[in-house]
């Protein structure tokens, strides 16, 4: 049996326990290393096999092995497509397989603030710029939600983890070339880091403020407010810097 663990925010602290029994059983314990920095490092006395991105999409090798199987990763299993591929191609393979749900960043980024779920438009990747590499897509979906109403989970590059200064500077720099009014240094936004662990950090404030920082580590994710209901303004109060 392949089991799809979801580690939630801060394992193995949230691991729930018919996951610890899955993984106390299993043969072999995959890591996830790819789509969070967020990851466990140890279990117990456990060997762990980490594993990224490459070893991931190409999973043959995974199949193939025999006994139980772990494949332990951040947050809920099957929020990235990733992990469900490899979950379909065991199911039509004939392989058992069994999934273990946890605490998941959507859309818990958001109303962790106080944001309306219903107000949670598609969450959107921001990639790390490089010399040749600077995408303005992110922005052209970032501003369809917020015309649209919808608030945006920004989730940041993860190889290596995109930092907050960096990350903001590269909103900043897609404005420049796009120019629609959707960030200035007074746009607010809301910052979650190290949910649901002893380091946790919640803030909401001025892009320009936020910049300067420097406790707010990774794993963090950025949420750009669209339009906002009364309530949630008062809960953004709450955690304004």
């Known amino acids: 049996m392949i089991g799809f663990i979801s580690a939630g925010f801060n394992p193995p602290s ?26 466990i490092r140890e279990f117990g ?25 772990s494949i332990v990763i ?3 299993a099957f929020s990235a497509t990733t992990h469900f591929t490899i979950y379909k191609e065991a199911k039509l393979r004939g392989i ?70 960096d990350a903001l500077d590269e909103l900043l720099w ?7 009014g959707l960030f200035s ?6 910052i979650v880091s190290n949910l649901g662990t002893p380091d946790e950090r919640i803030v909401y404030g001025k892009i320009d403020s936020l910049k300067k920082q420097d406790e707010i580590k990774v794993p963090l994710t950025i949420v750009i407010p669209s339009e906002l209901h009364f309530q949630e303004k008062e809960a953004l109060d709450l955690f304004r810097t």
């Open 185 to 190: 240094k007074d746009r607010e936004v809301g």
């Open 96 to 165: 058992e397989v069994k999934t273990f749900h946890n605490t998941s960043i959507f859309p818990t980024a958001a109303t962790r603030l106080g944001m309306h779920l219903y107000k949670i438009g598609p969450a959107v990747s921001l990639p790390r710029f490089k010399e040749n590499f600077r995408p303005l897509s992110p922005y052209e979906k970032i501003f369809q939600n917020f015309t649209n109403g919808f608030h945006t989970i920004l989730l940041l590059d993860t190889e290596p983890p995109l930092g907050l200064r």
């Open 45 to 69: 006395k456990r060997e762990l096999t980490f594993v990224g991105r490459d070893k991931l999409e190409n999973f043959e090798w995974i199949l193939k092995e025999e006994g139980d199987v």
């Open 74 to 76: 951040p947050g809920d």
């Open 14 to 39: 949230s691991f729930t326990r018919e996951e610890i029994d899955f993984l106390d059983k299993s043969e072999l314990i995959l890591v996830d290393t790819y789509t969070s920095p967020n990851y």
């Open 174 to 180: 897609m404005e420049s070339q796009v120019k629609r």
